[in-house]
């Protein structure tokens, strides 16, 4: 018997331009899939991350996996996820996403006009000592070293540091975290503060623009700007802009998506391990 075939975008977050900002598959689940079966979907997309999702009541249960490891949060595939179900009709423009996940609590989405504002943790970093190698594979001398949850967090001089940044990947792999956050304050352009993440560790040498580590960014900025309430510019080579709001141990993420690509991929034969 021929197996169903589940909805794939590939939807571009944290812009409103095709081929910029940071591009996600999504697929939209009819059934539990096995961790083994995502992996290798999300390993054939080849993109930083690839969301599943699936209908559980009025919520949806969302997955993110690297072409190498699963994650445990995902800024951009959960915007893209969004975009997804309001796009497909599956959710109405008006209705939030609310999406559970197995590690980071409850994460809920709105939709006003193109802007999509999500509701994540917060994740501050703490003050940490580089670890050996770290300012070596970045080529540039830190003003701050800090370590959250998930990432190292780098504070440098200026943003033209920042761009310019040719770093060692196979040297930051070797880090005991997801990735590297690499950022300062911004000059000019509307912004308050710049950024590039790395995560070669995770399978993804550089991230075009990553909500998560905005989870971490937002923390440290707010002290030093005096705003609760932020543009930040991730300065890849696609780039992507980041709204932030802090709100005590909640972030919003605020950011625009838009779908390059539509197709389906077949259903996994058979599957008994639950998306959960």
């Not at 980071?104 to 999500?118: A, F, K, N, P």
């Not at 590297?180 to 040498?205: C, H, K, M, N, Y």
Request: aromatic share 8%; with cysteine; net charge negative.
């Amino acid at each position: 018997m021929q197996s169903e075939r589940l909805p794939l975008l590939i939807i571009d977050a944290f812009t409103a331009e095709p081929f910029r900002g940071n591009p996600a598959a999504v697929c939209l689940l009819e059934h539990p899939a096995s961790e083994r079966w995502m992996q290798q979907v999300a390993a054939e997309m080849n993109l930083s991350e690839t969301a599943f999702v699936i209908r559980s009541g009025s919520q949806w249960l969302i997955r993110w996996f690297t072409p190498s490891v699963e994650t445990d949060l995902c800024g951009h595939a959960t915007l893209a996820s969004a975009h997804a179900l309001w796009e497909t009709g599956l959710l109405d423009r008006h209705e939030p996403a609310v999406f559970d996940t197995r590690r980071s609590g409850q994460l809920r989405c709105v939709l006003d006009d193109s802007w999509i504002t999500m509701d994540f943790p917060s994740r501050p970093a703490v003050p940490a000592v580089a670890p050996e190698g770290l300012v070596r594979a970045l080529g540039c001398e830190p003003v701050w070293v800090g370590r959250s949850a998930y990432d190292f967090l780098v504070h440098v001089a200026n943003p033209g540091i920042v761009r310019a940044l040719e770093p060692d990947h196979s040297v930051l792999a070797k880090l005991p975290v997801r990735g590297v956050i690499v950022t300062a304050l911004a000059e000019g352009g509307g912004f308050d503060f710049v950024s590039r993440f790395f995560a070669p560790g995770a399978g993804v040498a550089e991230d075009p623009v990553t909500g998560s580590a905005h989870c971490t960014l937002a923390p440290y900025w707010q002290p030093i700007t005096g705003k609760s309430e932020m543009r930040g510019w991730q300065a890849s080579r696609r780039g992507g802009e980041v709204r932030v709001r802090l709100r005590g141990d909640r972030v919003d993420l605020v950011g625009q998506s838009v779908t390059v690509m539509t197709g389906t991929i077949p259903e996994e034969a058979s599957s008994n391990v639950a998306l959960r």
